[in-house]
């Protein structure tokens, strides 16, 4: 997965109709002693509610759960899931979840499989599972190739709506879109170093907004919301925040063939109200970098100044850029001739000014 725009045969067609299937399974050697009704509580509602406003009402995530714990065929650790999974194990995985839940489910009525483990699997990172075209799972008819397994990270209580997080991300990888924090950190405090909480597909722990640039992709954003630069001049608009479903989203400078800086407004509002600070948000973007190693780049205003924000808000905390008091106004990149300047700021949003000197 990467940030170029050309359909994948990979991915789920964005669409209106994101319809989910939640089963719920344990093994012999974990048996299962939660509620399945809480755990569907826990990681649902949120996450359709999110779906809702990200999208602008344009695509909807709906669940069905299946209230009743399934036996998996082999038992927990037997499925190589305790050091990450390779494709053939996670196929090997939801293929026997779909086994042992077919006589119950019609699986020909919806796009993806949700499969949540009871409580003490081996499963500790919930990861995405998705084929191309011919390598998914046949069942009832239909090919399943979109599905996201749950394990033990989901039943984090801090942050709060961490579950339900972690459901919008998954969702988002089969959706098509890459991961926004680096796959390759070794320290923790490197690991949201790229984009922070500024997009769920960086980090789930704020449960913030997808940025514009995704929403561009997935369609929720109209061409008409979106304003290019593409050579010397200047564009001077006034920019909605992303909770508002009207106006312009985002002005776009493309820097070359595969990168281009955007620059878009948030606000803390709606999904985006546990963010920690608000403003004029400029990343770049390069379609040629590939998940976990930085194809989203926030730039950011000033350096996050408190250890304590950092720890609630996440890295880059303090990146928009604004006009008052003590804020960064300015950006400016020589090397592409670009800079922006936040002109202001009303209920509509914030006013900025775009200027590319060159080519």
């Known amino acids: 997965m990467s940030e170029g725009t050309a359909p994948s045969e990979l991915s789920l067609a964005a669409g209106t109709d994101l319809s989910a299937v939640m089963i719920f399974v344990d093994f012999s050697d974990v048996r299962a002693t939660e509620s399945t009704a809480q755990l569907h509580n826990k990681l649902v509602p949120n996450a359709r509610a999110w779906y809702a406003e990200a999208s602008y009402g344009r695509a909807t995530l709906d669940v069905t759960?299946?209230?009743?714990?399934?036996?998996?065929?082999?038992?927990s650790r037997d499925y190589g899931?305790?050091?990450?999974?390779?494709?053939?194990?996670?196929?090997?995985?939801?293929?026997?979840?779909?086994?042992?839940?077919?006589?119950?489910?019609?699986?020909?009525?919806y796009r993806i499989v949700y499969v949540v483990a009871a409580r003490g699997s081996a499963l500790q990172r919930s990861p995405a599972f998705h084929a191309v075209p011919g390598d998914g799972i046949s069942v009832d008819g239909v090919e399943v190739r979109h599905s996201a397994t749950f394990g033990?990270?989901?039943?984090?209580?801090?942050?709060?709506?961490?579950?339900s997080n972690v459901v919008v991300h998954e969702t988002g990888h089969l959706l098509g879109l890459p991961d926004?924090?680096?796959?390759?950190?070794?320290?923790?405090?490197?690991?949201?170093?790229?984009?922070?909480?500024?997009?769920?597909?960086?980090?789930?722990?704020?449960?913030?907004?997808?940025?514009?640039?995704?929403?561009?992709?997935?369609?929720?954003?109209?061409?008409?919301?979106?304003?290019?630069?593409?050579?010397?001049?200047?564009?001077?608009?006034?920019?909605?925040?992303?909770?508002?479903?009207?106006?312009?989203?985002?002005?776009?400078?493309?820097?070359?063939?595969?990168?281009?800086?955007?620059?878009?407004?948030?606000?803390?509002?709606?999904?985006?109200?546990?963010?920690?600070?608000?403003?004029?948000?400029?990343?770049?973007?390069?379609?040629?970098?590939?998940?976990?190693?930085?194809?989203?780049?926030?730039?950011?205003?000033?350096?996050?100044?408190?250890?304590?924000?950092?720890e609630?808000?996440?890295?880059?905390?303090?990146?928009?850029?604004?006009?008052?008091?003590?804020?960064?106004?300015?950006f400016q990149n020589r090397a592409a001739g670009v800079t922006v300047e936040v002109l202001g700021s009303n209920r509509a949003g914030y006013r900025v000014r775009v200027t590319r000197s060159w080519l």
């Open 312 to 330: 609630s808000c996440g890295a880059l905390y303090n990146a928009p850029f604004d006009r008052a008091a003590g804020e960064n106004a300015h």
């Open 81 to 109: 899931i305790e050091n990450g999974l390779t494709f053939a194990e996670h196929k090997g995985y939801v293929a026997d979840a779909i086994a042992a839940a077919d006589a119950e489910v019609d699986f020909s009525r």
């Open 65 to 75: 759960p299946v209230h009743r714990w399934f036996r998996m065929a082999l038992g």
């Open 180 to 310: 926004l924090y680096d796959g390759t950190a070794t320290d923790y405090s490197r690991l949201f170093r790229f984009t922070g909480d500024w997009d769920t597909m960086g980090s789930t722990n704020t449960g913030a907004h997808f940025l514009a640039w995704h929403k561009w992709k997935l369609g929720w954003i109209d061409q008409t919301q979106l304003t290019c630069l593409h050579g010397p001049g200047e564009v001077t608009a006034t920019i909605s925040p992303a909770a508002t479903a009207s106006g312009l989203k985002a002005i776009v400078v493309p820097t070359g063939p595969s990168t281009a800086f955007v620059i878009e407004a948030r606000r803390r509002s709606g999904q985006d109200a546990r963010l920690c600070e608000e403003g004029v948000l400029i990343y770049s973007v390069d379609a040629l970098v590939h998940s976990g190693a930085g194809p989203i780049r926030v730039q950011p205003a000033q350096r996050d100044r408190h250890p304590d924000l950092v």
């Open 152 to 163: 033990e990270d989901v039943r984090e209580v801090s942050p709060p709506r961490y579950g």
